[in-house]
């Protein structure tokens, strides 16, 4: 007579391990063999591609439509148009009609701002001083004009290097920028072909504890044509310090350089300093292992491929710039194939530049298909002109619940307390019993700054979260003084799970705490805590599988 429907789930801990790469041969990858994982869930995700800059346009209407118009701003506006102006042709990317108008506009609004002295202000008024670091970064972006063939007019040039090199000469007044300063007004010269090895070996013996953009400047105002054994010797040394303080990430590689506000007045930021350091690599060591793990992290390790502000995305351009410039010189024209042990996955044909990757999903159902209990390898070939760029992921999840903890960037516990009446923690019972309220509280420690983190906490199925934020549940259970919690951006209460988002996470402990009542007595098992980056899902982690018996 009546029939009511009782959901029952399995426990699901999502894991991912992926590899990715670049070869112009082939390369092999060993995968394990797939025992004990769950036949409905996850699988095998490829990308393949011609050059490591695919999705690089969507991150240039963000500089385009910026509405506000300081030196900097106006001057980081022009580079997108200039990317379309140099790399267009070569990637099949559509540029407006007027893009050269554009582009020679913006580089009058920018003369306008430049100063008797031959220095640029940060605002147009006539009351706006000129400063060292604005007009380095106009003649940074004047040169990449040139490699437009966008006429900029040389005594403007001049007059903005003769500032630099007054600069560089009054060494006396000593600031808290000092090292940063000299080292961006040495790269701007050095791109006008305007070289003061002598005084960027002087900075070079000052080197340590300075911050890893103001290197990556160092090392590519160092780059001279003509290069001495002290000038090599710097160039090597920068060049391994630099690689070696780089963060890495799943298949991602970024700065993380841990200088809180100090530096703000260069506009710093890590993202910034990733650029800097992925355009000083690109020119001096195209092969560095670390280079397309950054392309990489600007292409895709962000959320909805945008930046913080104009100078993260203006750097990152002009590093993806450098990259195709420096690195991607083959016009691609190959075939490109994948194998599972002896079994042909996936094919794609390249023929031109193009920046559009082919991608293929292998459900885990089919991947299980003839699969024995060896190990086998994931094989990326290429046959024909040009550089492949591979990745592979594969999802999965365990046939049996996680019994112990697990750290892969992430170290997570959960904690269950019984509370009193009163809100305060309850010591004389064990046991909770239907009707009563627990608090949950989730740590999670992390070693290294985390972006878009998710912390996603599956209930057993006994138990309801409770609400605080409505004043009967705040009053009633005492949650303002229980309650104390980290920050984080959004929480949902689900049926089955609690979420908390986090955009931004530096390195160290959170405590993450909410309330729930046990509503259904019985054994229940409480699926493990899983905290993971949404946009890197390679760096996750979670606890161990545990059972609650709820009396009545």
Not at 498 to 510: A, K, Q, R
Request: hydrophobic letters at 40%.
């Amino acid at each position: 007579a009546l029939e009511l429907e009782l959901p029952v789930n399995r426990v699901l801990v999502p894991e991912v391990v992926s590899v990715s790469g670049e070869t112009t041969t082939a390369v092999r990858q060993r995968v394990d063999a797939l025992k004990g994982v769950q036949r409905q869930y996850g699988g095998l995700e490829l990308t393949l591609s011609s050059t490591a800059l695919s999705g690089v346009e969507d991150g240039m209407e963000q500089l385009v439509s910026y509405p506000y118009g300081c030196m900097e701003q106006k001057t980081s506006r022009l580079l997108p148009m200039i990317a379309l102006l140099t790399m267009g042709n070569r990637f099949r990317m559509k540029a407006p009609k007027n893009t050269r108008r554009f582009v020679e506009a913006g580089l009058m609004d920018i003369l306008t701002m430049q100063r008797r002295s031959g220095g640029f202000a940060y605002w147009p008024s006539p009351a706006s001083r000129e400063q060292v670091w604005t007009t380095a970064y106009a003649l940074i972006v004047f040169a990449r004009l040139k490699e437009a063939k966008i006429n900029v007019p040389s005594q403007s040039v001049v007059r903005a290097i003769s500032y630099l090199r007054r600069f560089l000469r009054n060494d006396a007044k000593r600031g808290y920028y000092h090292f940063s300063e000299r080292t961006l007004v040495l790269l701007a010269l050095s791109l006008h072909n305007v070289f003061d090895t002598r005084e960027a070996l002087k900075l070079f013996a000052l080197r340590e504890y300075r911050p890893l953009f103001a290197k990556a400047s160092l090392l590519m105002a160092l780059a001279a044509p003509k290069q001495t054994k002290p000038v090599a010797a710097a160039v090597k040394t920068l060049l391994e310090e630099i690689g070696s303080h780089l963060s890495v990430d799943g298949d991602y590689a970024h700065a993380v350089e841990n200088l809180g506000w100090a530096y703000q007045g260069l506009m710093h930021s890590d993202d910034r300093s990733t650029a800097v350091i992925l355009m000083a690599l690109a020119r001096l060591a195209p092969k560095h292992i670390m280079v397309a793990r950054m392309v990489r992290y600007f292409l895709k390790g962000r959320k909805n491929a945008r930046f913080r502000n104009t100078q993260e995305a203006a750097w990152a351009l002009m590093a993806m710039m450098d990259y195709a410039r420096f690195v991607e010189k083959e016009v691609p024209d190959f075939t490109a194939a994948v194998w599972l042990g002896s079994r042909l996955i996936a094919r794609a044909v390249f023929a031109g530049r193009d920046l559009t990757p082919r991608r293929k999903s292998i459900p885990m159902a089919s991947l299980l298909v003839g699969q024995d209990k060896t190990a086998r390898d994931l094989v990326f070939a290429r046959k024909g002109t040009g550089r492949l760029y591979y990745g592979a992921r594969l999802r999965y999840a365990r046939s049996e619940p996680p019994s112990v903890p697990l750290d892969r960037g992430f170290s997570v516990s959960r904690v269950i307390s019984l509370l009193g009446s009163d809100g305060g923690y309850d010591s004389r019972r064990t046991s909770p019993r239907v009707g009563d309220t627990v608090e949950v509280r989730i740590s999670v420690t992390t070693s290294a700054p985390r972006k878009f983190v998710v912390i996603d906490d599956p209930l057993p199925a006994g138990m309801e979260a409770i609400d605080t934020t409505f004043a009967i549940s705040a009053k009633t259970f005492g949650a303002r003084r229980v309650l104390a919690t980290s920050h984080y951006d959004h929480r949902e209460l689900r049926d089955d799970r609690v979420l908390h988002f986090i955009d931004d996470m530096s390195g160290g402990t959170y405590s993450f705490r909410y309330l729930a009542r046990v509503t259904s007595a019985g054994n229940f098992v409480s699926p493990p805590a899983r905290v993971e980056e949404m946009y890197n899902p390679e760096v996750f982690g979670y606890t161990a599988t545990t059972w609650f018996n709820y009396t009545r």
